[in-house]
């Protein structure tokens, strides 16, 4: 949601409610944990209101543990926290999952994979950034192909069963090659929103992820 267009959000979260998206990944960031600052609580529970899919919310802030009640109690299905944002990350996932809501950790670009090793197990979610994150629409790197197969490996050996999700940088170009090594769920913000016909650009992408 972060590529939306605020002037005209209830518009914007209404074609995605009607588009064959399946959730809403919405962009947290404080200003302090990435360079940029997205939007606080009170458009978080604008589009909480109108949003009919499950809302995904990714934090990109310093210390999230402080937030994870607020998170749960406006209805996030989903909670990402990031690995370099957190001391504590197995009790954190353990916090979100006891407040109701699915754990996930995201990676930022220079994170490895190993930093995972002894928590997959109890994660619903790893978020692979394939961007560094921060702002919307930038260049997809492309380790980030080889970081998912052996993120899926990883996840095998362990016997999670964790989805992996790209953030950043997604377009029709790239959803087959990342679906096929490995990724369950693709986040696509400008690619969608800065289309000709954003619900057109979701169905594309959605029958390239499936087949
Ligand atoms: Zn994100």
Not at 11 to 28: K, L, P, T, Y
Request: hydrophobic letters at 45%.
């Amino acid at each position: 949601m972060l590529a939306a267009d605020f002037a005209n959000l209830e518009r914007d979260i209404n074609m995605v409610n009607q588009s064959q998206a399946d959730w809403f990944h919405i962009d947290i960031m404080d200003g302090v944990f990435v360079p940029n600052i997205s939007f606080g609580m009170p458009v978080l529970k604008a589009m909480a209101q109108h949003a009919k899919k499950p809302l995904d919310v990714h934090l990109m802030i310093v210390d999230p543990d402080r937030y994870i009640q607020t998170f749960a109690d406006l209805g996030s299905a989903i909670l990402t926290v990031h690995a370099e944002a957190c001391t504590h990350i197995h009790r954190t996932v353990q916090a979100i999952k006891a407040a109701g809501m699915k754990a996930g950790v995201a990676l930022n670009p220079h994170t490895p994979i190993s930093v995972l090793e002894e928590v997959i197990s109890d994660l619903d979610l790893v978020c692979v950034m394939s961007v560094n994150p921060g702002f919307g629409g930038q260049q997809f790197i492309e380790n980030t192909y080889d970081k998912v197969r052996r993120l899926r490996a990883l996840s095998n050996a362990k016997n999670a069963e964790v989805m992996i999700e790209i953030d950043g940088g997604v377009t029709s170009k790239n959803a087959a090659a990342l679906v096929q090594a490995g990724a369950d769920v693709l986040v696509a913000g400008s690619f969608v929103f800065a289309s000709e016909n954003p619900s057109e650009t979701i169905s594309d992408l959605h029958a390239i992820a499936n087949t």
